[in-house]
Structure formats: structure tokens, C-alpha cells
């Protein structure tokens, strides 16, 4: 019985249908990396790394080390939201608190869509911070964690300072409770049945009168 040449055992073990089936698993990965790129994306979501920080879990065979993140998210227009998340793995840690920060958005009303409407001041622990409404042309005068928020927001125009504790948790947290507590001229007309043009009227004359006086 003839046998075949050498050459076309190989050929039929083929390396043409092994590598064709191999390039197209390649372009099948591929794919898929395009897919979650495009969903990324669609999401049109700023995110920044606050803070991170190793800890060390001591166990019988010795310590244990991870890593806990702290990042804030934001769309640029208003919603923004914080999260922390832990893990054996800088990048792991890091994806499980951008999932979290993504989950705690909030809206928060902003002034001609770059300031705040009026001063806060917020608390969380020891984090004590004061945010303050700027004309056009300030920038972001803030330190830290408390730009992050900023930036990620879509604020362009704030001076903030933090009087308390310098913990980076406790000044993000201190921030977001501050906005939270911030009211827009349309939430207090709602509220008190009269028309936004009466509210912002009368907040007018307010500055008028402070600048004279």
C-alpha cells in the first residue's frame, strides 16, 4: 500500500484549516473587544481614580495584601456619583468601585450649567468643606478629591475648601452631602407655587442690594 508524501501529511493536518480556524477565532475576539468598546462608549461617563490605598489582612502563613479604590464618576452634565471597591488586584479593585459609583449617581442642578446656584457647606465625620458659587472665568479652585468631583460633574466654575479632616473618603462624602442639600430656583418655586422668573428676580435685587451696601 502507497503512503502519502510527508509533505502532504502535513498539509493535511494542515496547518491552512488549523490557522483558518484559528484566524477566525482572532476576528471572533475581536469582535467581541469592539463590542465592549462601543458599549463603553455609549455609557459617556468621565471616571477618575480619587484614591488608592494597599491593606494588609495578617493570616497564620503571614500578611495578606489588597487593594481598596476610591473613584468618582460622573457624565460632565450634572450626574455624578462615588464608590469604593477592594480587591487582591489594582485593576479589580478599581472596576468593582466604578461599578458602585455608577449604581449611586445623583442629579444635581447646576447654575447656567457650569456653577452652583448658591454657598454650601456639608459634613461627614470629621470632613468639613465649604463650596462657594463663582462668576465666569474662575475655574475650579479645589484640591484633591473634592476636583475630582468637580471635574467628573461638569462644574467649571467653584472655589471649595476643605476645613476638617483630610481623609479622602470623608472629604468625598463631605462634598456630595453638601450637594445634596443644594436647591435650584425651580425646586423653590415648585415649592412655594409661584413662577421661576419671581424667584430669580428676587435673588437679583438680593446681590444688588449686598453689592450697594
Not at 25 to 47: P, T
Amino acid at each position: 500500500m502507497a503512503r502519502a508524501p510527508q509533505g502532504a501529511e502535513k498539509s493535511e493536518r494542515g496547518g491552512r484549516g488549523e490557522r483558518g480556524e484559528r484566524g477566525g477565532r482572532d476576528r471572533d475576539r475581536g469582535g467581541d473587544r469592539g463590542g465592549r468598546d462601543r458599549e463603553k462608549g455609549e455609557d459617556d461617563l468621565i471616571d477618575k481614580l480619587v484614591h488608592i490605598n494597599r491593606v494588609a489582612k495578617v493570616v497564620k502563613g503571614g500578611r495578606r495584601f489588597a487593594f481598596a479604590a476610591l473613584v468618582v464618576v460622573g457624565d460632565g452634565k450634572g450626574r455624578v456619583g462615588y464608590g469604593s471597591g477592594k480587591a487582591r488586584e489594582v485593576p479589580e479593585a478599581i472596576r468593582k468601585a466604578t461599578e458602585q459609583a455608577k449604581r449611586n449617581m445623583v442629579r444635581i442642578p447646576l447654575r447656567e450649567g457650569r456653577t452652583l446656584h448658591h454657598d454650601l457647606r456639608g459634613r461627614f465625620g470629621a470632613g468639613k468643606v465649604i463650596l462657594r458659587a463663582a462668576p465666569a472665568g474662575t475655574g475650579i479652585i479645589a484640591g484633591g478629591p473634592m476636583r475630582a468631583v468637580f471635574e467628573t460633574m461638569g462644574v467649571q466654575d467653584i472655589v471649595a475648601k476643605s476645613v476638617g479632616s483630610n481623609n479622602p473618603h470623608n472629604m468625598v462624602k463631605a462634598t456630595f452631602a453638601a450637594l445634596q442639600i443644594m436647591t435650584s430656583p425651580r425646586i423653590v418655586a415648585a415649592k412655594r407655587g409661584k413662577k421661576v422668573a419671581d424667584i430669580i428676580g428676587r435673588r437679583e435685587d438680593a446681590a444688588k442690594d449686598a453689592k450697594e451696601a
